[in-house]
């Protein structure tokens, strides 16, 4: 039962345009969404954050988009660099409780000069 | 520096032996986490624990135990049970139970032989 879904598993984009990753959930009851970016034989680091009240948050060149109608966010980078050529990961929680994270499966973003 | 230590970044184990993987961290943070993650998959939650002398189990728990004696550490061991333990294992925390951003330490690499 894969709650957080990463439907592409890698992504390939020329370095200046914009990278677009996806990620759709079936849980009603998550209302924050994180990203994190991952090196291989790293831990994940965080990203940007989204809360449910929101559809938009900005960050430098990172914006995260949500559609709580569509139970889907986005996570656009602009301009793509070859610096963010890593797996993405989604994770979703629900406020309030243990604050435990749900985990999509990952996107593998190569960003080509 | 304030961040999360993991040690060993490489192991290796025979069948049918428990290993401890440890976790330290000194951001004065509550609560902390132990994951999993396989290749192609996400990350899957083994257990938490939201203060000193308290942990649940995660989603895939069995064959693995751990113990929360101080704030600062959190190992966890690798049981004879757990049918397959060679992964990539990552600890994480965060300030309070409430608070989704966690912050990941850098791995373990389990090889069981």
């Known amino acids: 039962d894969q709650q957080v879904k990463q439907n592409s598993p890698s992504l390939s984009v020329q370095e200046g345009r914009i990278s677009i990753l996806n990620c759709d959930y079936t849980?009603?009851?998550?209302?924050?969404f994180l990203w994190y970016k991952k090196y291989p034989a790293e831990g994940p680091t965080f990203l940007i954050s989204?809360?449910?009240?929101?559809d938009k948050n900005e960050d430098g060149r990172f914006t995260v988009f949500l559609n709580k109608s569509a139970k889907h966010l986005s996570l656009h980078i602009v301009p793509s660099q070859p610096g963010d050529s890593a797996v993405y990961f989604c994770?979703?929680?629900?406020?309030?409780?243990?604050?435990?994270?749900?985990f999509g499966t990952g996107t593998r973003l190569q960003v080509t000069l | 520096d304030g961040g999360i230590t993991q040690s060993p970044k490489y192991l290796f184990r025979k069948e049918g032996q428990n290993v401890t993987l440890s976790c330290e961290q000194n951001?004065?943070?509550?609560?902390m986490y132990w994951y999993r993650q396989d290749p192609g998959q996400g990350l899957r939650l083994i257990y938490y624990?939201?203060?000193?002398?308290?942990?649940q189990k995660g989603d895939i728990a069995e064959g693995y135990s751990v113990s929360r004696e101080k704030k600062e550490s959190f190992p966890l061991t690798v049981t004879s049970a757990q049918k397959n333990p060679t992964a990539f294992y990552l600890c994480?925390?965060?300030?309070?139970?409430?608070?989704?951003?966690?912050?990941f330490g850098p791995g373990t690499r389990l090889t069981v032989l």
């Open positions: 994480a925390s965060s300030g309070t139970y409430t608070v989704s951003e966690q912050f």
């Open positions: 849980n009603s009851m998550f209302d924050y």
């Open positions: 989204i809360s449910s009240i929101k």
């Open positions: 994770a979703a929680s629900v406020t309030g409780t243990a604050s435990k994270l749900t």
């Open positions: 951001l004065n943070h509550d609560a």
């Open positions: 624990s939201q203060i000193v002398n308290d942990f």
